[in-house]
C-alpha cells in the first residue's frame, strides 16, 4: 500500500509515493523543473495562477505513475506554500492569481487593522496582529479590487484548493484559519470579529474539516485525469512549517524544527498561547493528533537561501553549491572580521516588517577573497536564526535539539555548526521532506498508521551536530558586532 503526499511551494511542487509497511520513499518527482514564475507586476507583490500549482502536480504524479502502480495508493496528504489567498467564483475557477506568502500589499491594511480592532484584543485572542496574512490580502481586494471581490464566493488557502481541484468538495482547517488570522485561541473557535471588521460575508468561508483525519475523497473527475482511484480518503492537510515540523516528528511542547530553503523557518511547538508583542515572530494551530491544542511558534527569514543563491550566481557562479560549501571551509570561524546582514528578500517580520536590505560590513580589501565572502553569508544567516531564536526564547521556548531535514542550508557544515555553537543546541538532521511529511500524515490520518509512534518508527536520521566549542568565543564577537549592524539598520 502506498501512501501518497504533495507538497504545494512557491518555488516547485513535489509529489512523492510513500510505501506504507516499510516507511520509505519509493518514488518522487518535482515540477517544474526549474523554479515556478512568480508574478510581480509592483514592488512588494507576488502572485501565481492557481492552475499553475495544479499542472505541476498532475505532471508529478504521471511521472510517478509511470513506473508504479498508483492503483495501490490508498491515503493523499497534502502541504502548501502558508498566507496565500485563493479565490474562487461559482463555477469553481479562480477570479484572479493567486495573493502568495512573500505578498507584502497588505502590511499596512493589517497595520490598520491592528490600531482600530486594538492591540490588546488582537495579542489576547489572535496571539498575532493580523498583519499581512489572509484576511488582511482579501481585505486588500476589498477595497482596491472591487469588481473582483463582487465575483468571489469562496477564499480559501493554496493546500484548500488542491484539496478542491482533488474531491470537488471546498473545505477548510481550523490550523489553515489560524494561518490567515481568522482563528481565536481564546474562544477556541473562528475569528469571526476579524471578519466583521474587514467586512467580509460569512457565506465566503469554507466549512472547517480536521487538518488529521479523513476530509473528502478522490473524485471520480479527478481520478481520470490524475490516473488514481476515485474515493481515495484526503486525510491530512497542513501549512509547510507545520508541516515540515510534523515531517521530522515535531509534535510536542518543547520540540523545535528548521528549515534553510529560500526563506529560514525556526517552528517551535508550545502548549501555551503566548504571543509576541511585537509581532516578530507568529503562533498558530499546530497539525497533531493530540486531543489538546497545541501551537507552533514562527519564525520566518525571508533573506537565507536566497542569499546564499544570489552569491553562487554573482560571486561563485563557476562553483556548485557543495564546492561552496567546502570554499567557505578554507576560512577560520568568524570569517576574519566580514560579517553580512541577509536581510535581503523584502520585508522582515522579525524585524517589524522593515526592509533594510542586505548587506557586507568588516571588508578588509587586502586579506579577504570570496571564500571570505561565501563564509560570511553562511555565518551571517546563521546569525539571523539566532537573533530569531532569542525572541522565541521569551516565548518560553527551549532550545536544547533543533531537527532539520539534509538539504538546503543544512547541507553547509559551517552554517549548521554555526548555528548549533550560537544556540547551545545540538541539530538532528534526518531523512525526509515536506512531500514525505504529508504521506505520513495521511496514512496517520486514514487510521493506516494506528499512532505517531508507529508513523515515525521509519524516520531515518542521518546525521547530528554538536556545538563547536573552539569558535564559541570568535563566532560570540562576530555575532556582538553583527547585532550593532543590524540595530544601526532599524533604528
Not at 469553481?92 to 490600531?115: K, Y
Not at 484584543?121 to 499581512?132: A, I, T
Not at 473557535?189 to 472547517?208: L, M, Q, S, T, W
Amino acid at each position: 500500500m502506498y501512501s501518497l503526499g504533495i507538497d504545494v511551494g512557491s518555488s516547485s511542487v513535489k509529489v512523492s509515493l510513500l510505501d506504507i509497511e516499510s516507511g520509505k520513499c519509493i518514488s518522487s518527482s518535482t515540477n517544474p523543473g526549474s523554479e515556478a514564475p512568480i508574478k510581480s507586476s509592483h514592488r512588494g507583490w507576488a502572485e501565481q495562477d492557481p492552475e499553475s500549482w495544479w499542472n505541476y502536480m498532475k505532471d508529478g504524479i504521471a511521472g510517478i505513475g509511470r513506473t508504479n502502480d498508483l492503483s495501490k495508493v490508498v491515503s493523499v496528504g497534502i502541504s502548501y506554500q502558508m498566507h496565500g489567498l485563493v479565490a474562487l467564483d461559482r463555477n469553481g475557477r479562480a477570479v484572479r492569481d493567486s495573493i502568495i506568502w512573500c505578498d507584502s500589499r497588505a502590511v499596512e491594511t493589517g497595520a490598520e487593522a491592528l490600531r482600530e480592532i486594538g492591540y490588546e484584543k488582537c495579542m489576547s485572542h489572535l496571539l498575532n496582529s493580523p498583519g499581512n496574512f489572509t484576511a488582511s490580502k482579501l481585505a486588500w481586494v476589498k477595497k482596491n479590487e472591487p469588481e473582483t471581490y463582487s465575483r468571489i464566493d469562496k477564499f480559501m488557502l493554496p493546500g484548500d484548493y488542491i484539496a478542491y481541484r482533488l474531491s470537488g468538495e471546498l473545505t477548510t482547517t481550523a490550523t489553515g484559519l489560524s494561518e490567515g488570522i481568522l482563528w481565536d485561541f481564546k474562544e477556541n473557535r473562528r475569528a469571526d470579529f476579524v471578519a466583521e471588521y474587514y467586512g467580509i460575508d460569512e457565506g465566503k468561508f469554507c466549512p472547517v474539516v480536521k487538518a488529521l483525519g479523513v476530509q473528502a475523497a478522490i473524485s471520480r473527475k479527478a481520478a481520470e485525469e490524475l490516473g488514481l482511484k476515485a474515493g481515495i480518503p484526503i486525510s491530512y492537510r497542513a501549512g509547510d512549517q507545520p508541516n515540515n515540523a510534523f515531517s521530522l516528528n515535531v509534535l510536542n511542547p518543547g520540540e523545535i524544527a528548521a528549515t534553510g530553503g529560500t526563506s529560514g523557518v525556526v517552528y517551535g511547538v508550545t502548549g501555551t498561547p503566548k504571543a509576541d508583542p511585537q509581532s516578530r515572530v507568529n503562533t498558530f494551530l499546530h497539525v497533531t493528533p493530540s486531543t489538546e491544542q497545541r501551537m507552533g511558534v514562527l519564525l520566518c527569514i525571508n533573506g537565507t537561501g536566497i542569499m546564499n543563491a544570489w552569491t553562487r550566481r554573482n560571486i561563485t557562479p563557476d562553483l556548485s553549491y557543495p564546492q561552496m560549501n567546502d570554499l567557505a571551509g578554507t576560512v577560520p570561524a568568524g570569517s576574519e572580521g566580514l560579517i553580512l546582514l541577509p536581510f535581503g528578500n523584502g520585508a522582515e517580520r522579525v524585524l517589524g516588517n522593515r526592509n533594510i536590505g542586505a548587506g557586507f560590513t568588516g571588508i578588509d580589501l587586502v586579506r579577504q577573497n570570496r571564500a571570505h565572502i561565501v563564509r560570511a553569508v553562511a555565518e551571517g544567516i546563521a546569525f539571523s536564526f539566532k537573533y530569531g531564536i532569542d525572541i522565541m526564547k521569551d516565548l518560553g521556548l527551549q532550545p536544547n535539539v533543533i531537527r532539520a531535514g539534509k538539504a538546503n542550508m543544512f547541507l553547509s557544515p559551517v552554517f549548521r555548526s554555526t548555528l548549533a555553537t550560537m544556540c547551545g543546541a545540538r541539530i538532528e538532521l534526518f531523512d525526509t521532506d515536506g512531500s514525505l511529511g504529508a504521506a505520513r500524515g495521511a496514512a496517520l490520518g486514514a487510521g493506516i498508521y494506528a499512532s505517531p509512534e508507529e508513523a515515525f518508527a521509519s524516520l531515518t536520521r542521518l546525521e547530528v551536530i554538536e556545538p563547536e566549542a573552539s569558535w564559541k568565543g570568535v563566532l560570540e564577537d562576530s555575532y556582538a558586532r553583527w547585532k550593532q549592524e543590524l540595530e544601526k539598520s532599524t533604528n
